[in-house]
């Protein structure tokens, strides 16, 4: 084999090599979008670790809490906005946000909700071409109540050196419900017919 055939040898093979690459890259770029919307997906459904039960069960026409719908996106926004909350506002002791928030799923949706009520102020104050109450009203209304709120009903309290998880009430006694259930009314029944 002389000196050129060799070469063209090794061409042959190193380009071979390139194009195989690019197809393995491409084939692993597509398993990687499809393990990515399959944990989106588990996410969703309630992958994080406070996360229950979907109250709607399967029915898609019920709403779903904001935990269960967040992005990766609009975690990070929240934990963002609420560290800023807590650096600017710097809220006493008795009413401060701690860190492990996101463990708890009460305080998630409440937060979760005062940061849309405080986005929705801030826009309609920043849009408004006069004076405007809007933000205001969110710090009477929302913000404070907010975090008394989240301070007084939940077990949040003791979270302030060593996170406590939740402890989840206790669910409904079955026998109780089934007896309810046998003893109303079927659905249709107090309807008028047409
Ligand atoms: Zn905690």
């Given amino acids: ?18 194009r195989e690459q690019h197809e393995v890259e491409e084939v692993l770029g597509e398993v990687l979008q499809r393990l990515s919307a399959l944990e989106q997906g588990q996410a969703r459904q309630g992958g994080t670790e406070a996360a229950a039960a979907a109250p709607a069960g399967d029915d898609p026409a019920m709403p779903s809490p904001w935990s269960y719908r967040a992005t990766e996106k ?3 926004d929240l934990a963002g906005w609420v560290d800023w909350i807590s650096t600017h506002y710097a ?32 826009l309609a104050d920043a849009e408004s071409q006069s004076v405007s109450p809007d933000m205001a009203y969110w710090h009477q209304m929302w913000l404070w109540p907010t975090l008394d ?13 060593d996170h406590t998880p939740d402890r989840a009430g206790r669910p409904t006694d079955p026998t109780v419900l089934e007896n309810r259930i046998a003893a109303a009314p079927a659905r249709d029944k107090g309807k008028m017919s047409t």
């Avoid at 060799?6 to 390139?18: D, G, P, T, W």
């Avoid at 709120?149 to 050196?161: A, L």
């Fill in 1 to 18: 084999m002389s000196a050129e055939q060799l070469e063209e040898l090794v061409r042959q093979f190193a380009l071979r090599v390139k």
């Fill in 74 to 76: 609009d975690w990070r």
């Fill in 91 to 122: 809220p006493q002791l008795n009413l401060r946000i701690w860190p492990c928030w996101p463990s708890h799923g009460g305080v998630v949706e409440e937060l979760a909700a005062l940061h849309a009520a405080w986005r929705a102020a801030a």
């Fill in 149 to 161: 709120r989240i301070r007084q009903n939940y077990m949040f309290k003791s979270c302030e050196t």
